[in-house]
């Protein structure tokens, strides 16, 4: 499986792919292509699998229990946990509930959402072994003060992001996500960092992409704006049980 150096090598590369995955049966699909740098058990998992109208929801236990079966499916990609809301508001709070993942679904890294607040957090749990994936630009976890707007957009707000950018490098952090960032300003972001960065609607210049599986497998009805959705398995499920009840005695 890759390590947290391999996907550093990639920059430049190679556009890094990674998708989410929240179950052993998606994982292994995604997996088995030999494609997929990345797996993340984000979560995202509380608005797609469990209907919430937010991520902040989540229990930690429930994310745990998912990324074991994950875990259990992926030999060749990266398995991120995404640390929820919560888990990592203090240096001790993040350390104990990073070894709680750790010891408990066996992840090959974590990522934080957060820039220049969350960097000793960051140092604190790449002292310990454990890679730290960045994730700065449009914060989920904070978007009940945020909102889901585009980031960057203002002189001030672009400096800020940035900055974010140089302190989740300069605490370890292993690659960055910039979600939602205007697109010159994650250019600007990925050729002044030496570590990856990973973009979510953040325009074509992010050295690797990240999606939800199941937005771009057509699952999600409507997709996001920003997703060009490659089937339509909603459609398909739909057809196959109308098929099966039909063909019933």
């Known amino acids: 499986m890759r390590t947290a150096q391999e996907i550093?090598?990639?920059?430049?590369?190679?556009?890094i792919i990674c998708l989410t995955s929240y179950s052993y049966l998606f994982a292994k699909i995604v997996d088995e292509t030999g494609l997929v740098d990345v797996i993340l058990v984000g979560d995202s998992m509380n608005e797609v699998w469990f209907g919430e109208r937010n991520t902040t929801t989540i229990p930690l236990?429930?994310?745990?229990?998912?990324?074991?079966s994950v875990?259990?499916?992926?030999?060749?990609?990266?398995?991120?946990?995404?640390?929820?809301?919560?888990?990592?508001?203090?240096?001790?709070?993040a350390l104990k509930n990073v070894v709680k993942i750790v010891k408990e679904a066996d992840p090959d890294a974590v990522k934080i959402e957060g820039g220049?607040?969350?960097?000793?957090?960051?140092?604190?749990?790449v002292k310990i072994g454990v890679p730290v994936m960045g994730h700065i630009g449009l914060l989920p976890q904070r978007a009940r003060i945020?909102?889901?707007?585009?980031?960057?957009?203002?002189?001030?707000?672009?400096?800020?992001?940035?900055?974010?950018?140089?302190?989740?490098?300069?605490?370890?952090?292993?690659?960055?996500?910039l979600e939602s960032v205007e697109s010159e300003l994650a250019k600007k972001i990925t050729q002044s960092i030496?570590?990856?960065?990973?973009?979510?609607?953040?325009?074509?210049y992010c050295d690797g992409k990240i999606a939800v599986l199941e937005d771009i497998v057509g699952l999600t009805q409507p997709p996001p704006k920003h997703i060009k959705p490659y089937d339509n398995l909603a459609e398909k499920i739909y057809n196959a049980v109308i098929k099966y009840a039909e063909n019933q005695e």
Not at 8 to 15: D, I
Not at 72 to 93: C, H, L, R
Not at 116 to 125: A, F, G, Q
């Open 71 to 93: 875990r259990k499916a992926v030999k060749n990609a990266m398995v991120v946990f995404d640390m929820p809301f919560g888990t990592f508001w203090s240096k001790e709070v």
């Open 61 to 68: 236990d429930v994310m745990i229990w998912c990324a074991r």
């Open 8 to 15: 550093v090598n990639l920059k430049g590369k190679k556009k």
């Open 146 to 177: 945020t909102g889901y707007k585009k980031q960057g957009k203002e002189e001030e707000s672009a400096k800020r992001i940035f900055e974010d950018a140089l302190c989740v490098e300069e605490s370890g952090a292993f690659s960055v996500v």
């Open 194 to 204: 030496k570590i990856p960065t990973i973009g979510i609607a953040s325009g074509p």
């Open 116 to 125: 220049k607040d969350v960097s000793e957090i960051i140092k604190e749990i």
